[in-house]
C-alpha cells in the first residue's frame, strides 16, 4: 500500500481544478496547450503557472498531460512545452509516445498515459524499466489482476475509480479514426461508439432491433475503494477532463469523503493537507451519468451496457402514472421536481429528454409550450440535472489547513509565529520591539483579545489549531495593527510553504531508462504499440523491441484484415447471448455486423478472455 494516498481529479481548466483541490483533491490532472489527448481542453503555460502555486501550498500535485502519439515534426516542440510547464511548477508529465523520452525531458516525474494500456505485470515492469514514475493500470482490470501488478512492480499504481468509460482498450481504438479520420490517440476521438447500430448476421438480418450497441455506463467504484486500496491501488483517478465545474466539485467531494473513511479505517494519510467542507451533500447521481457499473472490477460479468441511449440518464425519480399533453401527473411534484430539472424518459422503444417548465401542484410540465410533448403512462423519470442541486454548487468549497500559533519574547521583542500543524514544517515569524508597543493595563482582557484578533484567519486558506502564549506581559495592540500582524505572518507562512515545496520539487531525479529481459514481448510490437515517429522506435530498440510497423495514424500501415477495436466488451454477454452458455437466438449466424449509414463493422468474438475485435469492412 502506498505511503501516502492520492484522489487524482480531472480540469478542463485552471479554474475548475482550483475548484476540484477545494473540493478535496489531493492531486489534478489537465492539458497543455497542445499535444493533450482532449484536444478540446488545451491551457496555456501561464494558466498552469497560477494553478501550481495554488496547488502547492495544499500540497496538491498538478500533472500535465502531454499525451498523444507525436510525428517527427512535434517532437521538438513537444519537448519544449514539457520544459515550459516544469517551470511553470508542474509535477510531472503524463505521455503516452516513446519518442519524447528520447528528446532530453525535464527533471520530473514521467506518468504513463492510460493509452499505454498497461494489462499484465510484465508490461508493469517494461513501463518502470522506462523510468515511469506512475503507471495506469487499464480499466477492464479485476482487483486480483491490479493486486498481481501492484506486486510487481515499486512505482505508483493509479486505477481509475469513476467517470467515463472508453468500451475500447485504452490505446487500442483507431475505430475513430477509421470511420472519419479523427484519432483518439491524437486527443480528437469523434465516439463514433456512442452512436447507434444495427445488429445483424452473416446473411444480413437483424438480430436484435437497432440500439447503442458499444455504448457503456459510467464506472462507479466508490463501494469498492478499500478493496482497491488492499490491492495496491495508490492513486485514485477521476475521469471527466470535459466535464463542467459541477460535476467535478461533486464528484470529487464524493470520492473524498468515501476515501478518507477507508484511508481512517487503515490509518494511512492522504497526499494534501487542509480538510474540505461545502454546502452541498455529494452524490453521484446528482450530476452527468448513463447509470453506473464497477466494470469488472470483481470479474468479468456483465451489466455494463447503455444500449438504450448514450446520454445521462441521471437519477431514478419513478414512473408516470397519468400523463397529458405537454406533461405529467406525479404525486407531491412540487416537493420533488424544480423549473429547470432536465428529465429523461423511458418506455420500452420510447425515450425522450426534455426539462421541466413548471411545475403547478402536482402537475409537472415539460418542454416548450407548442411542443406538446406525450409521455406514456408507465415510462420510467429519470432526472440528469438537479437544478436545486446545482444551486447548492455554486459556491466554492472551502478548505482549511490547521496552523499553530504561539506569542513569545525575547529581551527585546514580542515573537509571533505561525508554523503548520502537519509535517511540512513550514513557518513564519515577526518580531514587534517592545520599546514600540504599550504595556496592557488589563493583562487578561489584553491576551484574550490578542488571542482571538491574532486567530481569525478567515478569507485565508489556514485555521488555528491551537494559540499558545508565553509572555511576562501582554502588549496593547489596536486592531488594526493587529490584522496587519496576522496578514503579514499568513503570507510569510505561504512564501514558506511554496520555499519549501518548489526545494523537493527540483530535488526530483528521474532513474534513467533500463533495459531487462522479458521471455516474451509484454506488448504487441505491431501497429498497436502506436509509434508514430523515428525516436520511439529507436527508443523501443534501445529496450530490446524491435517495431515491425507504425502507428494507423501515420499512414504507413494498411489496417484491411486488422481490428480497429480491442474490447473487453461483449455484445452477446449484454444481451444475456453468451455463445459460451449456448444462448444464442434462432437467427443467430457469424460473422455479425454493426452498420450505421455507410459504417459496417464485423465482430469477432473472443471467448478465451470474454471480449471482441471489431474490424472495419
Not at 470535459?242 to 464524493?254: F, G, H, P, R, S
Amino acid at each position: 500500500m502506498a505511503e501516502k494516498v492520492e484522489l487524482l481529479s480531472p480540469a478542463k481548466n485552471a479554474e475548475i481544478a482550483k475548484s476540484a483541490i477545494l473540493a478535496g483533491a489531493d492531486s489534478v490532472y489537465i492539458g497543455a496547450s497542445a499535444f493533450g489527448a482532449r484536444a478540446a481542453a488545451a491551457n496555456p503555460v501561464e494558466d498552469i503557472e497560477a494553478l501550481c502555486k495554488f496547488a502547492h501550498l495544499f500540497g496538491c500535485k498538478v500533472y500535465v498531460a502531454l499525451n498523444t502519439i507525436l510525428d517527427d515534426g512535434e517532437l521538438d516542440a513537444a519537448a519544449r512545452l514539457a520544459w515550459s510547464v516544469y517551470r511553470a511548477g508542474a509535477d510531472a508529465l503524463i505521455i503516452q509516445d516513446f519518442g519524447l523520452l528520447e528528446c532530453g525531458l525535464p527533471p520530473m516525474p514521467l506518468h504513463a498515459s492510460t493509452q499505454c494500456h498497461l494489462a499484465t505485470p510484465d508490461k508493469a515492469r517494461f513501463l518502470e524499466a522506462c523510468g515511469f514514475d506512475t503507471i495506469v493500470v487499464a480499466r477492464e482490470l479485476s482487483l486480483d489482476e491490479i493486486s498481481e501488478i501492484s506486486k510487481s512492480v515499486s512505482c505508483k499504481i493509479e486505477c481509475f475509480a469513476h467517470g467515463a468509460l472508453c468500451v475500447s482498450y485504452s490505446g487500442q481504438c483507431y475505430l475513430s479514426h477509421a470511420v472519419g479520420g479523427r484519432s483518439g490517440n491524437r486527443g480528437e476521438c469523434a465516439q463514433p461508439c456512442r452512436m447507434p447500430y444495427s445488429l445483424e448476421n452473416s446473411e444480413g438480418k437483424e438480430v436484435m432491433e437497432p440500439a447503442h450497441y458499444l455504448s457503456l455506463r459510467d464506472m462507479n467504484r466508490s463501494k469498492g475503494l478499500g478493496e482497491m486500496l488492499d490491492a495496491g491501488v495508490g492513486v485514485f483517478k477521476i475521469e471527466g477532463r470535459l466535464k463542467d465545474a459541477e460535476y467535478v466539485k461533486n464528484i470529487t467531494a464524493l470520492y473524498r469523503k468515501r476515501l478518507d473513511a477507508e484511508l481512517e479505517k487503515r490509518g494511512v494519510k492522504k497526499l494534501s493537507y487542509g480538510k474540505s467542507s461545502a454546502a452541498f451533500e455529494p452524490s453521484a447521481q446528482k450530476t452527468f451519468n448513463r447509470l453506473f457499473t464497477e466494470y469488472h472490477l470483481r470479474g468479468t460479468q456483465g451489466g455494463n451496457e447503455s444500449f438504450a441511449t448514450p446520454k445521462a440518464r441521471g437519477e431514478p425519480i419513478g414512473t408516470v402514472e397519468k400523463a397529458f399533453g405537454g406533461g405529467f401527473f406525479f404525486r407531491n411534484a412540487s416537493q420533488i421536481f424544480s423549473n429547470g430539472d432536465g428529465l429523461f424518459f423511458e418506455s420500452g422503444n420510447f425515450s425522450l429528454g426534455s426539462s421541466v417548465q413548471r411545475v403547478d401542484g402536482d402537475r409537472v410540465l415539460v418542454g416548450r409550450p407548442d411542443e406538446r410533448i406525450f409521455i406514456p403512462a408507465g415510462a420510467k423519470i429519470w432526472r440528469n440535472r438537479d437544478a436545486a442541486f446545482e444551486k447548492l454548487l455554486k459556491p466554492e468549497a472551502v478548505r482549511k489547513m490547521p496552523v499553530n500559533i504561539s506569542i513569545g519574547e525575547d529581551g527585546e521583542n514580542y515573537i509571533f509565529k505561525f508554523e503548520t500543524a502537519d509535517d511540512r514544517h513550514a513557518e513564519a515569524v515577526e518580531k514587534i520591539a517592545k520599546a514600540s508597543v504599550e504595556t496592557a493595563q488589563n493583562q487578561e482582557a489584553a491576551e484574550a483579545k490578542l488571542k482571538e484578533n491574532i486567530s481569525k484567519l478567515g478569507a485565508s486558506f489556514f485555521e488555528a489549531a491551537q494559540i499558545r502564549a508565553e509572555v511576562k506581559s501582554f502588549p496593547h495592540m489596536k486592531p488594526a495593527d493587529v490584522n496587519a500582524l496576522r496578514r503579514t505572518l499568513v503570507e510569510k507562512l505561504k512564501a514558506d510553504i511554496l520555499k519549501k515545496y518548489e526545494a523537493a520539487r527540483t530535488a526530483y531525479k528521474r532513474r534513467p531508462a533500463q533495459k531487462i529481459e522479458f521471455e516474451n514481448p509484454p506488448f504487441d510490437c505491431d501497429y498497436r504499440a502506436n509509434v508514430r515517429n523515428r525516436k520511439a522506435e529507436a527508443f523501443y530498440a534501445r529496450m530490446g523491441f524491435k517495431i515491425s510497423e507504425y502507428a494507423p495514424e501515420s499512414g504507413k500501415t494498411d489496417m484491411r484484415g486488422k481490428p480497429v477495436m480491442t474490447t473487453k466488451h461483449c455484445i452477446l454477454r449484454e444481451l444475456d447471448m453468451c455463445k459460451k452458455e449456448n444462448r444464442k437466438p434462432e437467427n443467430f449466424s457469424e460473422p455479425m455486423y454493426l452498420k450505421s449509414g455507410n459504417i459496417k463493422l464485423r465482430l469477432k468474438f473472443d471467448c478465451a478472455r470474454c471480449g471482441m475485435d471489431i474490424y472495419k469492412e
